[in-house]
Nanobody, 120 residues
Framework: QVQLQESGGGSVQPGGSLRLSCVAS????????KGWFRQAPGKEREEVAR???????TYADSVKGRFIISSGNAKNTLYLQMNSLQPEDTAVYYC??????????????WGQGTQVTVSS
């Protein structure tokens, strides 16, 4: 079983930056699609960004130009660089992966989430 663990959340003022990290453990797995999701209080979970094998990336319109998703040199790491953070970015952020498949399949492995709070 694959475990995903996020870190790097916290509190930041508007305009600030945070970098989220996600490490996969359990056993060596293949995932050609990894992503970040978020869920704000009272709202549905939404996809923030995804990265596919080969490096193709997709972003939600709300974060384009501000967030950057990337994979680490170790294949079991995933990052989300968040810049120019705004109060509406406040949410629990989740790392996710399509274990054993590509982005045409649903995400089937999830982390526990890390809280990001943007407030003055």
């Amino acid at each position: 079983q694959v475990q995903l663990q996020e870190s790097g959340g916290g509190s930041v003022q508007p305009g600030g930056s945070l970098r989220l990290s996600c490490v996969a453990s359990g056993y060596t797995y293949s995932s050609y699609c990894k992503g970040w999701f978020r869920q704000a209080p009272g709202k549905e979970r939404e996809e923030v960004a995804r990265i596919e094998t080969g490096g193709d990336t997709t972003y939600a319109d709300s974060v384009k130009g501000r967030f950057i998703i990337s994979s680490g040199n170790a294949k079991n790491t995933l990052y989300l660089q968040m810049n120019s953070l705004q109060p509406e970015d406040t949410a629990v952020y989740y790392c996710a992966a399509v274990v054993g498949g590509y982005c045409d399949r649903p995400f089937n492995s999830w982390g526990q989430g890390t809280q990001v709070t943007v407030s003055s």
